[in-house]
């Protein structure tokens, strides 16, 4: 198997860089406070009640290996914005070709098409790694994480109503797929991702790849 190692690089006309990384240690404070943030809102995620460092840095380890389950983190101008994953659909063995992807944007970033280079980034990878099947469970009335499920391919397989309470709101749940083996590729979904992102800009991709 090969480790894909890949670093996207942004430079905008008003002088942000965002980036892509494989995240660390250092990240899970960053990591845990952007989850609270989904949690105390709600309508983005399960979780009732707020988590601590320990629990996220938990949440991370279990990515394992993570040459096939990575986390990584968005930057911009070296300030983690936002996070996401390529996580375990099942723990039996036949659906290791599985793979479900989740992603969470910083409040103070949305709408600056952060989540949009995530989800790209997440089919690259998962595409790359060689699964057969990625799926997102999403909020029904989670309008943007839909729209990207649409802009991406994804099919809604699934539908749950009534599925989560969370406090006096009571919400369905979707369940979307994509087969990653046909329909739009990495270099497509990357094209339509950068599209998305405002201002002019120069585009640096470098591709790292490591043999085990």
Known sequence: MQIL?????????????IVIRDAGERDISAITRIYNIAVVAGRSTADLTVRNMEQRREWVDSHNPRDMYPVVVIEVDGVVAGFGSLSKYHARAGYSEICEFSYYIDKAWARHGLGTRLVAWLIDA??????????????????????????????????????????????????????????????????????????????QVTVQQLAQ
């Open 126 to 203: 998962a595409q790359r790694i060689g699964f057969r099947i990625a799926v997102c469970v999403v909020f029904a009335d989670n309008a943007g994480s839909t729209a990207l499920m649409k802009k991406y391919g994804f099919t809604r397989y699934g539908y749950l109503p009534a599925a989560c309470r969370n406090g006096e709101h009571i919400m369905d749940v979707a369940y979307w797929y994509r087969g990653l083996t046909d329909g739009k590729d990495a270099q497509t979904a990357r094209s339509e991702a950068e599209q998305g992102i405002r201002g002019s800009e120069t585009v």
């Open 5 to 17: 190692s890949e670093t996207y690089v942004r430079e905008y006309s008003h002088g942000r860089t």
